[in-house]
């Protein structure tokens, strides 16, 4: 398998396999939109003998407060072709893609996902700390990962997402 980053050539497929992941076409219409929008995103691809089988998207969040405003990123969508999935390809896209949010010099990185599968890679409940997600969504499913050591040191408030993602 080989992970690299999602070139302009990839974003058919990459809608396909994430259309096909999830069952329904919302997440690839928000990636999709994304990256029309010019969104700056770390956006990876794992390949199996040349064929795309999955796709992991990161993008900038707005952390803000009545202290004042930080971003940071959040996974998702994630998706793996379902023929290939339980296969490790989405935990190896989720590893290589935290790593890339480190070398972009990003502190942070949310996650509102399975509150069972994401703390593998670090991720904890983000309320605890003080940080909240801008949707409704169940607090044991909104996690924070620190990229860098003592990154959640006073940092509070409530993360926005791309306006987009209001759409899925």
């Given amino acids: 398998m080989t992970i690299r980053w999602?070139?302009?050539?990839?974003?058919?497929?990459?809608?396909?396999?994430?259309?096909?992941?999830?069952?329904?076409?919302?997440?690839?219409?928000?990636v999709q939109k994304l990256q029309q929008a010019g969104v700056e995103a770390i956006s990876l691809v794992a390949l199996l003998d040349d064929e795309l089988v999955g796709h992991v998207l990161f993008s900038p969040v707005a952390v803000k407060s009545e202290a004042g405003e930080f971003?940071?990123?959040?996974?998702?969508?994630?998706?793996?072709?379902?023929?290939?999935?339980?296969?490790?390809?989405g935990s190896?896209?989720?590893?290589?893609?935290?790593?890339?949010?480190?070398?972009?010099?990003?502190?942070?990185?949310?996650?509102?996902?399975?509150p069972s599968y994401y703390p593998r890679f670090g991720f904890m409940p983000s309320a605890p700390h003080g940080l909240h997600c801008q949707f409704n969504a169940p607090v044991e499913a909104f996690m924070v990962l620190e990229l860098v050591p003592g990154a959640l040191q006073g940092k509070q408030g409530t993360v926005f997402y791309h306006p987009l993602f209001a759409g899925v």
Avoid at 17 to 25: D, H, L, Q, S, W
Avoid at 71 to 88: D, E, F, N, R, Y
Avoid at 102 to 107: H, L, M, T, V
């Fill in 71 to 89: 971003t940071a990123v959040a996974l998702g969508p994630i998706a793996v072709s379902p023929h290939h999935q339980k296969a490790g390809i």
């Fill in 92 to 114: 190896a896209l989720c590893r290589q893609g935290i790593e890339a949010c480190r070398e972009a010099g990003y502190e942070l990185a949310f996650v509102l996902g399975h």
């Fill in 6 to 30: 999602e070139t302009a050539v990839d974003a058919a497929k990459v809608y396909e396999v994430e259309a096909a992941a999830f069952g329904r076409p919302a997440e690839a219409d928000l």
